[in-house]
Each structure stands twice: as structure tokens, then as C-alpha cells.
Nanobody, 126 residues
Framework: QVQLVESGGGLVQAGGSLRLSCAGSGRTFSTVTVGWFRQTPGKEREFVVGVSSAGRIIYDTDSVKGRFTISRDNAKSTVSLQMNSLKPEDTAVYYC???????????????????WGQGTQVTVSS
């Protein structure tokens, strides 16, 4: 079992920044692949970025490249998502997810992830 808890969401003006954290349980957190997803009402969950256990990073959407940065600290069992230059269209509930399956690159489909956090709301006002 891997338990995940997100934090760091909130309300920010366009152009601002937020840092989301995903705290994982278990001594083997360093072996899991972690992905960040986001979801807006009426839409499917969208993969944003992921990091494999080996540190390989995949961004699924060009809309966040150069603005969002993922990092992991295995000693603290956390994966962070630094979000800069936020836009109103970044408004969503953000979820972190994890999989113990071994992937050379983080998968982008939500079905590949077995463990999910509860989500944290990010609201960007214009």
C-alpha cells in the first residue's frame, strides 16, 4: 500500500505561483513512479507531469512546460510540483498518483496508477 496526501493548493492570482506537495507513506517510496493529474468539472482527469523512480520526467501537456517543475525527495518521501506563471486555465483539482509497476518513463494514463491522493484545489483568478 502507498498512501498519498497532497497539500499546497489554494487561490492565487494569474501570474502567481503555488507549490504542491505529495507526501507518500512507506519506506519504498523511492521505488514508485509518481504522476500529477488535474481535473476540472465535467472533464476527464488529465495527466500533467510524472517522475519515474529513476528520475525520468515526462510532461504530457505543452501548456505547462516551462512553467511547472516536478521534483522528488526520496529521503522525505515527497514529490513536489512547483507551478509558476499560473493561468486561469490551470484551475483544477490536482491529484498525485503512484504506481509500483516498473516503468522506464512515467505512464500518462490514469489507469496505470493504483494509488491516489485525495486531491487539492488550485484556483487561479484572472
Amino acid at each position: 500500500q502507498v498512501q498519498l496526501v497532497e497539500s499546497g493548493g489554494g487561490l492565487v492570482q494569474a501570474g502567481g505561483s503555488l507549490r504542491l506537495s505529495c507526501a507518500g507513506s512507506g519506506r519504498t517510496f523511492s521505488t514508485v513512479t509518481v504522476g500529477w493529474f488535474r481535473q476540472t468539472p465535467g472533464k476527464e482527469r488529465e495527466f500533467v507531469v510524472g517522475v519515474s523512480s529513476a528520475g525520468r520526467i515526462i510532461y504530457d501537456t505543452d501548456s505547462v512546460k516551462g512553467r511547472f517543475t516536478i521534483s522528488r525527495d526520496n529521503a522525505k518521501s515527497t514529490v513536489s510540483l512547483q507551478m509558476n506563471s499560473l493561468k486561469p486555465e490551470d484551475t483544477a483539482v490536482y491529484y498525485c498518483a503512484a504506481t509500483r509497476s516498473r516503468w522506464s518513463s512515467p505512464p500518462t494514463g490514469e489507469a496505470s496508477y493504483a494509488y491516489w491522493g485525495q486531491g487539492t484545489q488550485v484556483t487561479v483568478s484572472s
